[in-house]
């Protein structure tokens, strides 16, 4: 069973940087595709980016650019560098695999605000 916790959301001013962190319990993490998710108030849980366990990454066509995906296989670990964050980036981030095994829940996710 793998689980999830998301971690170093905040609120930040229209330009600045985050980054996030996802710390997943379980030795199969290094050997499938993560991803991350965002849910914005009153919308659907959208993918963000992913990252394969070899490092090849994708992103969402709005995100290109401005946000890198990583991880870290022996520590059971990804992250998102968020930079120049815009006010439609506000949503709750997630954390799971790509795409989403539903079984294995959602983690808590971090709520990450952009406004001034």
């Known amino acids: 069973q793998v689980q999830f916790v998301e971690s170093g959301g905040g609120l930040v001013q229209p330009g600045g940087s985050l980054r996030l962190s996802c710390a997943a319990s379980?030795?199969?993490?290094?050997?499938?595709?993560m991803g991350w998710y965002r849910q914005a108030p009153g919308k659907q849980r959208e993918m963000v980016a992913t990252?394969?366990?070899?490092?090849?990454?994708n992103y969402a066509d709005s995100e290109k650019g401005r946000f890198t995906i990583s991880r870290d296989n022996a520590k059971n670990t990804m992250y998102l560098q968020m930079n120049s964050l815009k006010s439609e980036d506000t949503a709750v981030y997630y954390c799971n695999t790509y795409p989403p095994i539903i079984s294995l829940g959602w983690g808590q996710g971090t709520q990450v605000t952009v406004s001034s």
């Open positions: 379980g030795s199969i993490f290094s050997i499938l595709t």
């Open positions: 990252v394969t366990r070899s490092g090849s990454t």
